[in-house]
């Protein structure tokens, strides 16, 4: 029987049926681009209504421009988890084949210093250990840094973001 890597062509995860699983995912990633999208457009035409109105209710002060009112505006009405989550998922899918070969690359250069011990022969249970929880890690790792960056970069409320 062949190992694995030789069946799939040097890839390891050659064998799994790709758009079973990345299929949901992209779908689930298109879905929350599509939703974002729909947040973003008429979301300046918003901002500039609601400025009008504010300025006919003497709501907003002179020292506030329309320009810094309605990029205020924007940030703080943005469509920020739909877009952040589509990120992270396309993220995760572009990047995961990456990910794979290079594991695949570092495993089998730990294999050969190992001496070509079988306990990490490619194909095998560790090796498949390696690459599946490396696969988890690497897609937790990129979850962490996009919550990182999107709470880093949460805006206050309209009147908050306008004293600034």
Same mark, same amino acid.
């Not at 069946?7 to 799994?16: A, C, F, K, L, T």
């Not at 599509?34 to 209710?57: H, M, P, S």
């Not at 989550?85 to 990910?99: D, K, N």
């Given at each position: 029987?062949?190992?694995?890597?030789?069946?799939?062509?040097?890839?390891?995860?050659?064998?799994?049926v790709l758009w079973a699983v990345f299929g949901p995912v992209a779908l689930v990633a298109f879905v929350f681009t599509?939703? +974002?999208? *729909?947040?973003? =457009?008429? &979301?300046?035409?918003?901002?500039?209504?609601?400025?009008?109105?504010?300025?006919?209710?003497d709501m907003v002060g002179a020292h506030v421009a329309q320009d810094r009112f309605v990029s205020a505006y924007r940030r703080v009405h943005a469509p920020r988890v739909s877009s952040y989550?589509?990120?992270?998922?396309?993220?995760?899918?572009?990047?995961?084949?990456?990910? +794979?070969? *290079?594991?695949? =690359?570092? &495993?089998?250069?730990?294999?050969?210093?190992s001496g070509r011990s079988r306990v990490f022969e490619p194909g095998y249970l560790v090796w498949a250990f390696f690459i599946f929880f490396g696969l988890m890690g690497a897609w937790a790792a990129i979850a962490f840094l996009s919550a990182r960056r999107f709470h880093a970069r949460t805006p206050g409320r309209l009147e908050d973001e306008l004293a600034r």
């Open positions: 029987m062949k190992p694995l890597y030789a069946i799939s062509g040097g890839m390891v995860y050659g064998d799994i599509i939703r +974002a999208a *729909i947040g973003w =457009v008429g &979301l300046t035409k918003e901002a500039n209504d609601d400025f009008a109105y504010r300025c006919e209710q989550v589509a990120a992270t998922l396309w993220t995760v899918l572009l990047a995961t084949p990456l990910i +794979a070969k *290079i594991m695949e =690359v570092l &495993l089998d250069m730990l294999w050969r210093a």
